[in-house]
Each structure stands twice: as C-alpha cells, then as structure tokens.
C-alpha cells in the first residue's frame, strides 16, 4: 500500500511503556483546511465551503461535496475545477470550481458551511430537504450476496494505507457485487472520504453507481446515506450503527442500509431484498 505524502506528518512523541519512557516517531494523520469557492459565469468568486480535511485528493472532494450537496447534477455542469497554491506555504488549501449550472443561485447559498470532520454538515439533516431535491430511489434490482457482505469489512481495513501508518482516519471503499475494490479514500472525515470516492467516479464520468456497494467506516449517519443516494449506490453498508435519520432517509428513498459490519454478522436497517437471499 502507497502512503499518499501530503495526508501524513511526522513527529517527535514520549511512549511509556511497563515504568519505562523513550523518545520515538510516530506518524499523524494530516488536518488542514479546504476551502471551496463557486466561480460564477460573471467571473464573481463565492466562498461556499471550508472542511477540515486530510490532504489529498481535493479536486475530487470538492466536485463530489457539490454533486452530493446538490449544488450540481452531473459532470456536464462541472466547467473547471483546479487548486490554489499558496507560495507563502507550498500547499493548496484552496479549490476554485466554474459551474454551469443555470439554476445556481450565490445568494441562496451563502450558508457558511462549515464541515467539521466529526459531525459532517450539520444545517442539511432535513429528509425534507432532500426530499425537495427530487433524488430516485436507486437501482432495485441490484442484488449482493450476504457472503459478499461479510467479505468488505476486512477488506476495507487491509487497504487503509494511512490508517496502517497513523490509526487516525475513517475510510469509504466503493465495491462491486463479486467484493471487488473498486477504489477506496481515507480522511479525516467520513463525509470526506465518501465525497472523494463520488468526486473520484464523478470525474471519471461513473455516475451513477448503480451496480456498487459502499462500505465505510465508524457509524453509517445521515449525510453518508444521502450522499450515497446522490450518487446512485444501491447498498451502503458500516462498521458501527446508523443513525435514526440515516434510518428513515433510506426507508423513504429506497436505500439498503447496513449496519455493524463485522465478521460472520450484520444488521439491515433499510432495503433487505438486495442482500437478503430468499
């Protein structure tokens, strides 16, 4: 597994262990700032976004945060999308993004969004306000087998390059119904792990992944199930337990949900047909 460079940094610790102490070096998982701004058809720049995020992949988090956010629908509306680098610092923490989309409206969505990378965006928890959005139910008659299910957790787990370095981030992992690894990103965030795997399959012109599994982990809440509904993914699955609006948002839209992933054993929320033989 290839650790990407900017996501880890590295420090000087203290470790006591049995009565004894010595100096070492441990390895963090990299926290930093992303802020997304909308470049409007006028040329106007709009602040839309900060998260704190892992760096790495930022173009990606960024087109995905605003397909499943609702800001655009599909890749035509992406007009461009770069990086800003700050020469004072050598890093880019900033991602300009030009949209087509006629129906984008800069005051409507001065909401100061502040993702924190615990909680995701806290202001959108609304199954009205998704319902609003008029997203479909995704597709039906896609089918995993229990065996399959079983299979991701650890899978998940043997490919977190920067978890294996620092035990510091949550990841999302996108498979196919055989438990392929379709691909995987890590982060601080959840969110951000699962809006890097929909910016990865947005860029790379996938959408919607209709016949695909998304595993992530820690809890399956809310903004992880809307945002795999924005994304086409029949079937969402996690370590830990769904929230109760993660639980109602997936019975309403038609969403399979999957809860405590772990071993030989798992608990459907939302959706059974798909993954329930029989």
């Not at 609003?132 to 998940?156: D, M, T, Y």
């Not at 890590?186 to 990865?200: F, Q, S």
């Not at 993914?233 to 769904?242: C, E, F, L, N, T």
């Amino acid at each position: 597994m290839r650790t990407p460079r900017l996501s880890v940094e590295i420090t000087e610790v203290i470790e006591w262990r049995d009565g004894e102490t010595r100096r070492a070096v441990d390895y963090l998982a990299a926290e930093e700032p992303l802020e997304i701004r909308i470049v409007a058809a006028d040329g106007l720049v709009s602040p839309l976004s900060v998260t704190m995020r892992t760096p790495g992949n930022d173009l990606e988090l960024a087109a995905g945060f605003l397909l499943t956010e609702g800001i655009i629908e599909n890749a035509q509306q992406l007009a461009s999308l770069r990086a800003l680098t700050d020469e004072n610092i050598g890093k880019s923490n900033v991602v300009e993004v030009e949209i087509a989309n006629p129906d984008y409206d800069p005051a409507s969505m001065q909401r100061n969004f502040f993702a924190a990378s615990s909680c995701g965006i806290c202001g959108k928890a609304s199954i009205e306000a998704i319902r609003r959005r008029g997203l479909r139910a995704p597709n039906p008659k896609f089918r995993v087998s229990p065996e399959v299910l079983c299979s991701l957790s650890e899978r998940l787990r043997d490919d977190q390059a920067i978890f294996e370095k620092t035990g510091g981030l949550h990841a999302a992992g996108l498979f196919t119904a055989a438990g392929e690894l379709l691909q995987i990103r890590e982060d601080i965030g959840r969110h951000n792990a699962v809006d890097k795997i929909v910016g990865w399959a947005l860029l790379e012109k996938r959408l919607p992944l209709s016949e695909s599994i998304l595993m992530v982990s820690g809890r399956g809440g809310f903004e992880l199930a809307q945002k795999a509904i924005a994304a086409g993914i029949p079937v969402m699955a996690s370590v830990s337990a769904p929230s109760s609006l993660a639980v109602k948002l997936s019975r309403e839209l038609g969403l399979t949900l999957v809860g405590f992933l772990r071993g030989s054993r798992f608990v459907v929320y939302s959706g059974g047909e798909r993954c329930l033989e029989g």
